[in-house]
């Protein structure tokens, strides 16, 4: 069933924050089978997203500290819509946070180099969602 108030939206990736990053790259990878997509840091931080096979993805981030975490952490969970400006605008009508307003962002990243339509909010329950729309996915080459 489609969505009548924010057409084209459907899930896009849920991000989780680990203590082992590459004890968990291996898990998805080896173990699940998840196929890395794009991988980049931003400062300390080791960030990829793996596809599931659905469509839908997961983005691991390192913790970029020797910060104490026993589990893996919920980031945010994100939908790809097709109109990022629309989609945040309707959250923040139906009660969000601004996290951070729509923006055309390129991601240095590889053996993908995206660039991407995004914006975060904070639901009133404190659920941070993301809205994403990839503008341009270009394969680098090797």
């Not at 790259?25 to 699940?32: P, V």
């Not at 300390?44 to 390192?62: N, P, W």
Request: charged fraction near 25%.
């Amino acid at each position: 069933m489609a969505n009548d108030r924010i057409p084209g939206m459907g899930f896009h990736h849920i991000a989780l924050s680990v203590k082992d990053f590459e004890k968990e790259r291996r898990f998805l990878t080896e173990g699940l089978g998840l196929k890395p997509y794009a991988a980049w840091n931003k400062g300390e931080k080791q960030i990829e997203l793996f596809e599931i096979g659905s469509g839908g993805m997961i983005e691991l981030f390192s913790l970029g500290s020797d910060e104490e975490q026993a589990n893996a952490r919920y980031i945010h969970f994100a939908f790809h819509v097709e109109d990022v400006e629309a989609a945040y605008n309707r959250a923040m009508e139906a009660g969000a946070e601004s996290i951070m307003e729509p923006a055309v962002r390129p991601v240095p990243s590889a053996p993908v180099a995206l660039t991407l339509n995004c914006a975060f909010v904070r639901s009133p329950g404190g659920a941070e969602m993301e809205f994403i729309r990839i503008l341009e996915a270009n394969p680098l080459e090797v």
